[in-house]
């Protein structure tokens, strides 16, 4: 079944340290998303892709990185410039045509925590 | 701008009993509105869209939300709450912007809480 995979499920940081979230779809979306989850804050974009090669900043981008090498891959790094990553981070496709159209589909999540 | 309210951060209902999640929002232009599912520990599904056409839709597992542009209101329901529904619902709301980029709000979500 086609959907998106986001790995690991869960992945602990220490202080000044970069890691790298994992996210593929087999869905063939041309746009890819990366949300970041706070207790009652609602969903926040930190980065999005309509293309191979191209991505473009969402609200809160900084401290943050991506690719987006291949049609079914959009990894984000969380640098240590980043200074509050703990957070539940979700990543989403939609096909070519956007969310308004289709809506998102999701991947399961991966839970980041500083230690 | 956008933005999207939702009324109550936490809902209780008894197994059984109507569903009612409030969401209002606001827009320039003519939105497209969502509700979206949440299980702990888990991605958001999505339940039900409205774009263009019929103001009442349809989603999954029963229910359903009706557009009122007169109340810039998408109010989520199910007529009997089962014990599946338990979750975070989140409201959004989804607007063109420049580049054919859709811009997506989401609310701040409503844990329903389904007592038997």
């Known amino acids: 079944d086609g959907g998106i995979t986001q790995s690991p499920k869960y992945l602990f940081r220490k202080e000044g340290q970069n890691v790298t979230l994992s996210c593929e779809q087999n869905l063939n979306h041309d746009a890819m998303y990366w949300y970041r989850q706070d207790p009652g804050q609602g969903l926040r974009l930190i980065y999005y892709?309509?293309?191979?090669?191209?991505?473009q900043k969402g609200d809160i981008a900084e401290g943050y990185s991506v690719s987006r090498e291949k049609k079914e891959s959009f990894p984000l790094t969380v640098t240590s410039a980043q200074k509050n990553p703990t957070a539940f981070y979700l990543c989403?496709?939609?096909?070519?045509?956007?969310?308004?159209?289709?809506?998102?589909?999701f991947g399961s999540g991966t839970r980041l925590t500083v230690v | 701008a956008q933005s999207v309210t939702q009324l109550g951060s936490h809902v209780s209902v008894s197994e059984g009993a109507l569903v009612l999640l409030r969401c209002n929002y606001s827009s320039s232009v003519p939105p497209y509105l969502f509700w979206y599912v949440q299980y702990p520990n888990q991605g958001l599904q999505l339940l039900l869209k409205?774009?263009?056409?019929?103001?009442l839709v349809k989603g999954i597992n029963g229910f359903e939300a009706e557009f009122k542009k007169s109340e810039t209101s998408f109010h989520l329901t199910k007529p009997s709450a089962h014990m599946s529904d338990a979750a975070e619902y989140f409201c959004a709301v989804s607007v063109s912007s420049s580049g054919g980029y859709q811009k997506v709000t989401f609310g701040t979500g409503t844990k329903l809480q389904v007592i038997p």
């Open positions: 892709s309509q293309i191979v090669n191209d991505f």
């Open positions: 989403a496709s939609t096909p070519a045509g956007g969310h308004g159209n289709y809506g998102y589909t």
């Open positions: 409205y774009t263009t056409g019929a103001t």
